[in-house]
């Protein structure tokens, strides 16, 4: 059956995706063969949202299917344990005095600390 009213909603050129919202008719679905799943018992309304996706969720989910992001997807494990060690067992999360320049001292003393760790154990 069509709906008889559809409405969008959401902000255009929002962050957040709008939506277009469909309502149907009661009297229909309670006699519809197929209302099984769909209408419950004792419902008041019947409606159905699509999301509409923007150019930017459309062009990542695109970026997404290709075989770039899936082979790339497979090897981001290993950067990712690198950075938690920098920030669990470094300091490396929490900023240990103020200014830029305290900030790049901090990291560069962690990321030194990590890679000469790392370079003792490869020695052994």
């Known amino acids: 059956h069509m709906a008889i009213r559809k409405a969008r909603q959401g902000k255009k050129g929002v962050a957040k995706n709008q939506v277009d919202t469909y309502y149907f008719d009661i ?3 309670k006699h519809c063969p197929f ?3 769909c ?3 004792g419902a008041k309304s019947k409606s159905y949202s699509v999301s509409i996706k923007s150019n930017v969720h ?5 970026f997404q299917d290709s075989d770039y992001f899936k082979v790339k997807s497979k090897e981001r494990y290993k950067i990712e344990a ?3 060690e920098l920030k669990h067992r470094h300091g490396y999360n929490v900023a240990k005095s103020s200014g830029l320049l305290g900030m790049e001292l901090q990291g560069a ?3 030194f600390t990590v890679n000469l ?3 003792l154990k490869l020695m052994d």
């Open 58 to 62: 459309t062009e990542q989910i695109q």
């Open 39 to 41: 209408y419950k018992e």
């Open 27 to 29: 009297e229909k679905c």
């Open 117 to 119: 760790k790392r370079i």
């Open 109 to 111: 003393m962690a990321i």
């Open 82 to 84: 690198k950075n938690s």
């Open 35 to 37: 209302k099984d799943g």
